[in-house]
Nanobody
Framework: QVQLVESGGGLVQPGGSLRLSCTASRSTLSIYAMYWYRQAPGNQRELVASITRRGSTNYADFVKGRFTISTDNAKNTVDLQLNSLKPEDTAVYYC????????WGQGTLVTVSS
């Protein structure tokens, strides 16, 4: 099964930006749709963004216009650019390949605080 490793999380002030990256252990982007989820303390895991094999993207309403998902097939990565961050964006962000029954990364923590 494919393995996913996220990176790029950290502490950022409100209004700031971060770029999260997810690296797959093997070529997955031509096989699976890729997703970014997040889970804040005490909350359920929620879908943030997705990208299909053909490059079609979709975003949760609460991140539209602020976050951008993209892939690099040569590097087997799927990135999530986070702009105009808000304190409510604080969460562990998870990369996923293939949907809820697919492969998950270990998560990377994003903290938005002044």
């Amino acid at each position: 099964q494919v393995q996913l490793v996220e990176s790029g999380g950290g502490l950022v002030q409100p209004g700031g930006s971060l770029r999260l990256s997810c690296t797959a252990s093997r070529s997955t982007l031509s096989i699976y749709a890729m997703y970014w989820y997040r889970q804040a303390p005490g909350n359920q895991r929620e879908l943030v963004a997705s990208i299909t094999r053909r490059g079609s993207t979709n975003y949760a309403d609460f991140v539209k216009g602020r976050f951008t998902i993209s892939t690099d097939n040569a590097k087997n990565t799927v990135d999530l650019q986070l702009n105009s961050l808000k304190p409510e964006d604080t969460a562990v962000y998870y990369c996923n390949a293939g949907g809820l029954n697919g492969a998950w990364g270990q998560g990377t923590l994003v903290t938005v605080s002044s």
